[in-house]
């Protein structure tokens, strides 16, 4: 089904337009219903209780008191867990509700129903647990060499993924070397976890959350309560932002067993601190690297020690892990390589997916490594990246050959090419200095320096996942117009994929009346909204069930026409001829007809790695975007101030250029974020900042204006030659406003976020 | 307690209301009105931003029995019927709704803005939206929306 020749690529509306979104309406009107406005008759709040301590045996809970509360319905602990106490994306390591131990602060310990929240987090103030408060574990490195004890079984290496390419003892004229460290992020999506779990007559329970993936979410839960796949249904409820952080479970089996066990509709909301506690975070990590080069610039060797802290349960750590050795080497050709990553297990909060998914951990060592290596070649940071970028064709560290476009010097030298910000001058415009109308500095103390920074990161799912989606569209003649259906399980987290889905079906089915279907597990699954892989994927499968429907609704009009099915295509409402033009309204060929049809849609396989080697053709695509970054630092009090952050993406072809636009913006922001101030921030494992007055994202004031660029290199094997768009814009963005700090201040900076101490030394 | 409140123009009611609620829980769970949202109930965020006797306010940082007898107008109360304002219009338009979650409060500032100062400077609009947090736009559709806004008003 790769029939492209009569797709209608002008059709109004189709891909390639911006048409706004279907749900932009009712979401500026506040009409629009997340998971955190639903509402059930007779519904009760549900509440957890969460461990205070990173590392403790559990002695005892006493419930008699919570359970005593007027207003509470149920208390529910680990013992009241009809199935399997363990969930997880990757390995099932991860109780629902906590056993005989507490592996992080946060950590779900017991659950409770009431008739009001306040009621609910009353009860849970009132469960006694007795804890034997034990040391926490807390070092990645030491994991690794085996020391501590263990938190799980086969100890406390989640996965190590080597990577050996080309000669491993070759020598250099030139040698950088670096020890760098990446804080831990959080991806402070707005809507908080949420979502009513109502039960049902069969005995099963419907769930309305918001997630990224309804089926895997369905899968974990059926294990944990015991119950057959279609006794558990669940429906996406709106989602106010994703970024990974829904990728794991949060109240999706607690919600559920609260309505089983009362017999009630039961609603969960974390509040914003409960939300630091309750999903993962990118993994903080540390990285140790050795660049070397010949006088040139143009390198030899690359050899990486790199350590992902995965906290208290493996989540995605495997999958993080393999991404930041295969991409460990960021976007250049280079011969030989040795990398060693290891994703280990502590007692710091869970990490897993955040946009980027170990490609930003590893994107800011590579990326600083190459200013070193200019400084030390005497080259231009730009020229440095130049002589060393790949392309298509290029070998990566796995062995694999990158078989499309691959345009790392073109974004980098249109990036050079763009404007620079006019430099300060006269009396300047308080606004526009750091430390804004604080009034902190006229101007005076303040430096400027510009960065770049290029990254890569692999599209969909990689390592040999049986990555799908399913689709469904239905095209019928409704109130005497032609209109499409289209039904998926696919999330739309924020990012437009509704209106994507939209368009593509107004390009291959000319019709403009369009209905998108809830996105629920009737149908089957559409993947995670994750790893930039919707467009990709939940549009290729789309796309490919548009095309049944077309090449079915062509025989029938052929048939009713007596035309040959050959010369016939539909576009704009008509079927048309090739050779005798407009035949007939689409309408009348439909007449009662309608064309129905699903499709299960993959990408071309790939293949896992070797584990000694970590050989292979591990992922199907890969994404690239560049930043350059204007950085004013006042090196009196620290303060900075992002004057400029452009960019150049490669996206293969732009679906929807105004959505594209929006993710470069978006994801650049959260890039400017962890450069210079996004942190969670533990000690001894216990989180300090658990708020957004303490963890801050970057507000109106933070960001500046963008100048983007966009390419559209088509992919011949992606659907439509596109390429996701969602994570490049993340990766790139953090590096190169460091390197304009460092550029400005002369400081080495080995870490982010950047804070205002690292640039005073005070 | 009993809370008398005028929201949207309507008097409005709500029973057996406990002390501690908020009245961004009472728009939100006893009044049916869940556009103004509960992203981090700090005051941090401004996606709770309701306008409270026409000055805009952190609903999450009002007490319920503050808001007795004043009239409260939330990002429902906008639109004109089936038309929309043109600051709502203006956020479809432009690009500068994603998630849509930080969408009702930044509407709301950006209506106070804009009633306030009919052709803002980017500098202006960047202030007057300081206390609203978007995570998904990097909040440079959303500046377009306002601009557009400003020049259909």
């Known amino acids: 089904m790769t029939t492209t020749e009569s797709t209608d690529v002008t059709a109004a509306q189709g891909i390639g337009t911006s048409p706004v979104r279907p749900d932009g309406t009712m979401k500026v009107r506040g009409e629009f219903a997340y998971s955190s406005d639903l509402w059930h008759e007779d519904m009760l709040w549900g509440a957890t209780l969460r461990s205070p301590h990173p590392y403790a045996h559990i002695t005892g809970i006493d419930i008699s008191a919570a359970l005593a509360l007027p207003g509470v319905y149920a208390v529910l602990t680990h013992t009241d867990v009809p199935g399997v106490n363990r969930y997880g994306l990757e390995h099932p390591d991860q109780p629902v509700l906590a056993e005989d131990v507490v592996r992080y602060q946060g950590e779900p310990v017991a659950i409770v129903a009431a008739d009001h929240p306040e009621t609910a ?27 501590g004890p263990e938190l799980h079984p086969g100890g406390n290496v989640v996965r190590h993924v080597p990577i050996r390419f080309g000669e491993q003892d070759v020598t250099a004229d030139v040698v950088v070397t670096g020890r760098y460290e ?41 294990a944990a309560l015991g119950l057959p796949k279609d006794k558990v249904r669940l429906t996406l409820g709106g989602v106010g932002g994703a970024f990974g952080g829904r ?3 949060s109240i999706q089996v607690h919600a559920c067993l609260l309505a089983l066990h009362t017999g009630k509709p039961v609603k969960m909301v974390y509040n914003r601190e409960e939300s630091f506690y309750g999903h993962v975070h990118r993994h903080p990590a540390t990285l140790y690297y050795e660049h070397g080069a010949d006088r040139d610039g143009r390198l030899v060797y690359v050899r990486a020690r790199m350590y992902l802290d995965g906290g208290a349960y493996a989540s995605t750590t495997g999958a993080v892990s393999g991404n930041a050795a295969t991409l460990g080497v960021g976007p250049y050709s280079v011969p030989n390589v040795t990398i060693d990553c290891w994703g280990t297990y502590s007692n710091n909060p869970p990490c897993g997916a955040m946009r980027g998914f170990g490609a930003v951990q590893a994107a800011f060592a590579y990326e600083s490594q190459m200013d070193r290596l200019a400084r030390a070649c005497g080259l231009d940071p ?45 009396e300047p415009d308080l606004r526009h200095l750091p430390g804004g109308v604080s009034n902190t500095t006229h101007g005076e103390g303040v430096v400027r320096g510009v960065g770049y920074a290029v990254g890569i990161k692999n599209i969909c799912f990689s390592e040999g996942f049986d990555d799908y989606s399913t689709a469904r569209v239905r095209l019928e003649a409704l109130g005497g117009e032609p209109a499409a259906t289209v039904q998926t399980a696919a999330c739309e987290v924020g990012q437009g994929l ?55 609704l062509v025989e029938h009009a052929a048939r009713i026409l007596g035309h040959d099915r050959g010369d016939l295509s539909v576009g704009g409402g008509k079927v048309v001829s090739r ?40 992922h199907v695509q890969y994404g690239f975007a560049a930043h350059r970054a204007v950085v004013d630092v006042d090196t009196e009090l620290g303060l900075l101030k992002v004057v400029a952050l452009d960019c150049v993406q490669d ?71 596109l390429r996701g768009v969602g994570e490049p814009p993340t990766i790139s963005s953090t590096p190169a406003i460091v390197a304009a700090i460092r550029a400005a201040t002369g400081l080495a900076l080995d870490r982010v976020p950047v804070r205002p101490e690292h640039l005073t030394g005070t | 307690m009993r809370l008398n409140v005028t929201v949207n123009g309507e008097r409005r009611q709500a029973d057996d209301v406990w002390e501690g ?103 202006e609009i960047r202030e007057a939206l300081a206390g609203n947090l978007c995570r998904c736009t990097g909040y440079e559709k959303i500046l377009d929306a306002v601009r557009t806004a400003a020049g259909a008003r």
Not at chain 1, 531 to 539: D, E, F, H, I, L
Request: glycine letters at 10%; proline letters at 6%.
């Open chain 1, 121 to 147: 987090r009353r009860a849970v103030a009132k469960i006694d647990v007795g804890y034997e408060v034990l040391e926490p574990v807390t070092d990645s490195e030491a994991a690794v060499a085996g020391e």
């Open chain 1, 182 to 222: 990446v804080g831990m992020q959080d991806q402070a999506f707005l809507g908080p976890e949420s979502g009513l779990a109502v039960p049902a007559e069969d005995g099963g329970v419907d769930l309305f959350v918001a997630t990224q993936w309804l089926h895997v979410d369905q899968q974990q839960i059926v």
């Open chain 1, 247 to 249: 990728e794991d479970l």
């Open chain 1, 382 to 426: 730009v020229e440095v990246r130049l002589r060393n970028a790949m392309s298509e064709g290029t070998r990566l560290p796995t062995g694999q050959v990158v078989d499309s476009a691959a345009p790392v010097d073109e974004l980098l030298t249109r990036l050079r090419a763009m404007p620079l910000p006019a430099d300060r001058s006269g």
């Open chain 1, 498 to 552: 509704v209106t994507i889905l939209q368009q593509i079906i107004r390009t291959e089915l000319g019709v403009e009346q369009v209905t998108t279907l809830p996105m629920d597990t009737s149908i089957g699954s559409a993947g995670s909204s994750s790893a930039s892989r919707q467009s990709y994927m939940t549009g290729g499968a789309v796309r490919a069930a548009a095309l049944e429907v077309r090449a079915a």
């Open chain 1, 579 to 618: 050779t005798d033009g407009v035949l007939a309204d689409l309408v009348d060929v439909l007449g009662d007809a309608a064309f129905d049809r699903t499709v299960e849609w993959r990408h071309r396989p790939t293949e896992s790695l070797d584990p000694e080697t970590g050989q292979g053709n591990a």
């Open chain 1, 651 to 721: 996206v293969g072809k732009a679906l929807n250029p105004q959505a594209v636009l929006g993710q470069i913006q978006g994801g650049s922001a959260q890039g400017l974020g962890l450069a210079v101030m996004e942190e969670i921030q533990t000690e001894g494992g216990v989180i300090r900042n658990p708020s957004f007055t303490d963890y801050l994202i970057p507000t109106v004031l933070d960001m500046p204006p963008m100048r983007i660029e966009v390419l559209e290199l088509a992919d011949p094997h992606a659907p439509y030659g």
């Open chain 2, 21 to 123: 609620e908020s009245l961004l829980y009472v728009l939100r769970e006893r009044l049916g009105l869940p556009g103004s949202k509960n992203a981090c109930e700090q005051g941090e965020c401004g996606s709770c931003t309701v306008y409270l006797d026409d000055v805009p306010a952190c609903s999450c940082l009002v007490a319920a029995g503050q808001a007795e007898g004043r009239e409260v107008r939330t990002v429902e109360g906008l639109a004109e019927g089936e038309a929309l304002d043109p600051v709502q219009q203006s956020f479809v338009d432009a690009g500068a709704v994603q998630c849509g979650f930080c969408t009702p409060g930044l509407v709301v500032a950006a209506h106070d803005l804009l009633d306030r100062v009919p052709d803002p400077s980017d500098e």
